[in-house]
């Protein structure tokens, strides 16, 4: 395939472009550590067996600790500075539903390089994504692969929106066990992107996935 799009010399600052950018580093590890706690108390919920005296109590806690929270908002749209170690930084929004660090509802999902080029990531998805019993539902699955494609895009300098994604599931996906998931870019056509990734589970692929992400068109980047 012929590689003729150009990669961005450096991804473009959100802030150019009116948007709250939020270094992750500067995220207070206390909301780091909430936001676990959240997970977990919506895993609970969810699995809960509790009688009504008790599901009284943590609806009141709940209530309480969520009035605490409600004072200054990030704002739908800010995103997230993240670097990496080999000083390359990234961008995603705050509140991403598969990697966003303080959504509780994101498993989470991140990326780093890959010795054999590409990105590589780790998630362990609990029984509250669950499809058919004791499997990932079909929709998040597409979801990690989506933003894994996504980030490859992205981390190779030609961040993007989907265009289309194809996805095969080609094993169940296990809940409550570590998947592994690999993607890369395998060509370029003006401002199409086209990238490729896997999951795998015990190191066998539960699912594949194609995408085309057509890079922002930016100005003074040329466009194709
Ligand atoms: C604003 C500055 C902010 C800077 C931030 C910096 C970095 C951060 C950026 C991104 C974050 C990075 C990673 C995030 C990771 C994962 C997130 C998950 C991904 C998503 O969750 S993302 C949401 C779902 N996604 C959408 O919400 C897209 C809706 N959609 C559109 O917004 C437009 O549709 C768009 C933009 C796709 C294209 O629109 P457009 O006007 O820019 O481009 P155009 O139509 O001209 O197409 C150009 C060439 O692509 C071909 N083409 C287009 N579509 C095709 C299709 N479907 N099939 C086959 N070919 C197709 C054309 O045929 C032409 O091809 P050719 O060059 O050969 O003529």
Redesign the pocket.
Known sequence: MTVDAKPVAE????RD?G?SVVPEEEIPAELVSLVEEVRSLVDAVAHTKAGAEELTAAREAVAAASDRLKGERHGVGT?IQQSWPDGRVE??TLT?I?AGPTNAAAPPLRMEAAPEGGLRGEAVLNGTYQGPPGLVHGGWVAALL??AL??A??AAGM??????LDVNYRNPTPLDAPLEITARVSGT????VFVSGEIRHDGQVTAEGTA?M?R???PGDGG?
């Open positions: 991804l473009p600052d959100p472009f948007f995103m961008y995603g991403n598969v989506d933003q996504g980030s895009a992205s961040p993007g929106l989907t265009a289309n056509e003006r401002r199409k085309l057509v922002m068109n930016l194709a």
